[in-house]
């Protein structure tokens, strides 16, 4: 039942931010929202009614983390689509590499070393 | 210029592109939650930054724009790939943001809960308009740099 509750929860946070990226004008404005914090959201809600604040604050540490992975598979998409234009798909399907490696690299050298 | 709604862009999108989306973020949300179980709130917690549905996002940017050119007769791929490269230039800008989220949760959730997240979401939304305008800025002084007559 919980995991269908994060489903749900997840599922509406995400397509409610994806739906704002859709409408809002310019383009680069609406770009922000593909960074939005829609999973966080969603997680950090049921992680704080759940398991309480030091359990939230550990996960929003760890996101720390992650952002700069995601400002770097940001950047690694952009170059490969203006310099090699491949389909955005295949850009940021392949992508996904770089940022399992610098998440968990920087995770590695930050908190596990 | 100025942001505004273009709701003539819901027009755009097809029913299964919204299903889609959200079983991506459903599937990511539950994921996020079994791998802080198995592995701990520092493992998972790094998951809540994971670009989940921006495959998606992107690759449906990519489509729309092409349509739109291809729709008045011109090939569309090429400005489909650089609608979609503005989009990652975006959330780039925009997980400095996401940072500034993650800081304020590590920070503020210990004492307060509804606080931390409230603080959260303010602070990632001054943050990524605030980029924003920044890199405006900075885009219009190289413009007249490399452009002056």
């Not at chain 2, 791929?77 to 990652?88: E, S, V």
């Amino acid at each position: 039942m919980e995991y269908v509750i994060r489903f749900l929860a997840g599922g509406i946070v995400v397509s409610a931010f994806a739906l704002l990226g859709d409408i809002l004008r310019p383009k680069s404005f609406a770009g922000l929202f593909g960074a939005a914090p829609s999973v966080g959201l969603a997680t950090l809600t049921l992680a704080l009614l759940k398991q309480g604040g030091q359990y939230a604050a550990i996960e929003g540490r760890s996101m720390v983390i992650g952002s700069a992975a995601l400002a770097a598979y940001s950047l690694l998409v952009c170059q490969i689509l203006t310099r090699f234009r491949t389909t955005a798909l295949t850009a940021t399907a392949l992508t996904a590499v770089a940022w399992f490696v610098v998440a968990f690299g920087l995770k590695y050298a930050l908190l596990d070393w | 210029m100025i942001v505004r709604i273009k709701w003539s862009a819901l027009k755009q999108s097809k029913w299964y592109e919204h299903a889609v989306r959200f079983g991506l973020g459903g599937l990511t949300t539950a994921l996020t939650g079994a791998i802080a179980q198995r592995y701990g709130p520092a493992t998972g917690g790094l998951f809540l930054a994971f670009p989940a549905i921006f495959c998606a996002s992107a690759t449906l940017v990519e489509k729309h724009e092409r349509k739109r050119k291809e729709e008045k007769g011109l090939q569309g791929a090429r400005r489909g790939q650089q609608a979609a490269a503005l989009d990652a230039a975006g959330a780039g800008w925009g997980s400095m943001a996401l940072g500034v989220f993650g800081v304020c949760v590590w920070w503020l959730a210990p004492a307060s809960a509804v606080g931390s997240l409230c603080i959260a979401a303010i602070g990632w939304l001054v943050v990524a308009i605030s980029l924003w305008g920044v890199r405006r800025r900075l885009r219009r002084v190289s413009w007249s740099r490399h452009f002056r007559f």
